[in-house]
């Protein structure tokens, strides 16, 4: 065989597999919409995340977008202790088990409004905060076309936190995100969900507080010692496996996962939160996976 036509072959073969490892990469990130699916009601569950079977009859574990409800269930580490503790000062709610009341009335409200079959917009993306468990971020939407999130945070049963992408009408994420800021401030106006036991005297105090935890919490990581020898996936850690690096909280642990995939460490740099030098010193304690 000629030497010119086997340096053609070679290079359509490298070409081929190069198209071949791109496709995934560009189909990833686009919205599947997915319909119809169904609620399957569980204990573990609460008013942000759920189990849901698919038309195929798979159940599929989902965490909503852009918000955060109290959490329902505190149990074994005391990672949950702390995320209650942190919803009741973002509130304002002096008492722990009304602010766990908050959660379980947010329970209450999503499975009243996903009775009846409702539509799923996930790209897959893992959505873990806990490392223990397995879900994905989606955006639901009712049966009636709302958008679950917004419904929560307008009853006042939810914060808008948490990760933020581009809606599937195309709305960009931080647009979006200040539109659930904007329902917030509207259910805390009229007092609704867990507004309505705001102290409002003692809100400045009680965030402050939090904050100032936070970075008690963000000092004393950055001078613990991480085992280099088993660094932390950036394409698939847990909400909570992030935090565990030097100087990332959780705002921007849910940064960088909105921003996945990542095809290099460096990419990192693009997340609001993280300098240069914040990236070198995140570096050994990082490893990258493929998408």
């Known amino acids: ?29 686009q919205l599947q919409k997915i319909h119809p699916c169904t609620l399957v009601e569980t204990e573990w569950a609460d008013g942000d995340s759920f189990s849901v079977r698919l ?13 955060d409800c109290i959490e329902m269930h505190v149990q ?60 994905v971020y989606a955006f639901v939407e009712t049966a009636d076309g709302g958008n679950l999130s917004e419904l929560l945070v307008s009853a006042g049963l939810a914060r808008a936190f ?22 917030e401030l509207t259910a805390a106006r009229a007092g609704r969900g867990a507004w309505q036991h705001t102290n409002w005297m003692k809100l400045p105090h009680d965030r402050k507080e939090a904050r100032d935890e936070v970075a008690e919490i963000e000092a004393a990581k950055g001078k613990r010692t991480i085992a280099e020898d088993q660094p932390v996936e950036i394409n698939t850690a847990a909400r909570d496996e ?26 990192l740099a ?7 030098a914040g990236l070198d010193k995140l570096r050994p304690f990082l490893t990258l996976g493929k998408p």
């Open 1 to 29: 065989m000629e030497p010119q036509f086997l340096c053609y072959l070679a290079a359509v073969i490298r070409f081929l597999m190069c198209l071949s490892l791109a496709l995934p990469l560009a189909a990833w990130g």
């Open 55 to 67: 038309p195929d009859g798979k159940l599929q574990t989902v965490r909503l977008y852009g918000v």
């Open 76 to 135: 074994g580490d005391d990672s949950n202790a702390r995320r209650l503790r942190d919803q009741r000062r973002y509130f304002g709610i002096a008492d722990i088990l009304t602010a766990k009341s908050v959660g379980q009335a947010a329970k209450a409200e999503t499975t009243r409004l996903l009775a009846k079959p409702f539509t799923i917009h996930t790209t897959f993306a893992d959505g873990r905060g806990d490392g223990r468990f397995s879900r």
């Open 162 to 183: 948490g990760v933020v992408r581009q809606l599937p009408d195309g709305t960009p994420g931080h647009e979006w995100a200040q539109q659930l800021k904007d329902l």
């Open 242 to 267: 992030l935090m565990g690096l030097p100087g990332i909280g959780e705002k921007t642990a849910n940064r960088i996962i909105e921003a996945r995939p990542y095809s290099s460490i460096e990419d």
């Open 270 to 276: 693009r997340v609001q939160g993280i300098s240069s």
